[in-house]
């Protein structure tokens, strides 16, 4: 029994590590929970949190927190993951594998894009966008925009990962003329 759980333990990091590689590009906290267990039940979130701990505490990923925390593989996690690699079976790779092709690029946007809004004290509602590419210090864009209403807000908010890349091309078209 404790075999199995070291087991699992280790397939547990490995997996983290497999998804950080085949990302190519660092990841929120919260994205690595999704895609790990919520979203594909690869493992238990406890165990993902703890694997995510870990990983960091012995040097095979890095924790950065310019402004969100994000982390990503360090060279070290990279040459474990190539010795170690085969102890994930194989069908469980090719599904990360597919999955990762399929989402990278929704990930990598959800994490350069920032949306939220809130109440003023006259009751209108400031909404801040920023696009911001992952590990920079300074955002491309951010803008702050009052609304008369919590659903011109929620709007907004709803509308942003749709639109910015639109949004930021018409302001830099017409300001750069």
Request: glycine letters at 2%; proline letters at 3%; charged letters at 30%.
């Amino acid at each position: 029994m404790e075999d199995r759980a070291m087991s699992m333990d280790v397939q547990d990091k490995l997996v983290v590590l497999y998804v950080l590689d085949k990302m190519e590009l660092p990841l929120s906290e919260d994205s690595i929970l999704a895609i790990c267990s919520n979203q594909n039940a690869w493992m238990p979130y406890i165990n993902c949190k703890h694997a995510l701990e870990q990983l960091t505490d012995c040097g095979l990923i890095h924790k950065n927190s310019s402004q969100k925390i994000i982390y990503c593989i360090t060279p070290e996690g990279r040459a474990c993951l190539a010795n170690f690699y085969t102890k994930i079976p194989l069908s469980r790779r090719e599904e990360m594998t597919e999955y990762i092709k399929k989402e990278r690029l929704a990930y990598k946007r959800r994490q350069e894009l920032f949306c939220d809004y809130y109440k003023n004290k006259d009751g209108t509602y400031t909404v801040n966008v920023r696009i911001q590419e992952i590990g920079a210090t300074t955002p491309m864009m951010e803008l702050s925009i009052n609304v008369d209403s919590r659903a011109s807000a929620k709007y907004v908010y709803n509308n942003w990962e749709k639109k910015a890349a639109k949004i930021y091309e018409l302001l830099y078209d017409n300001l750069f003329d």
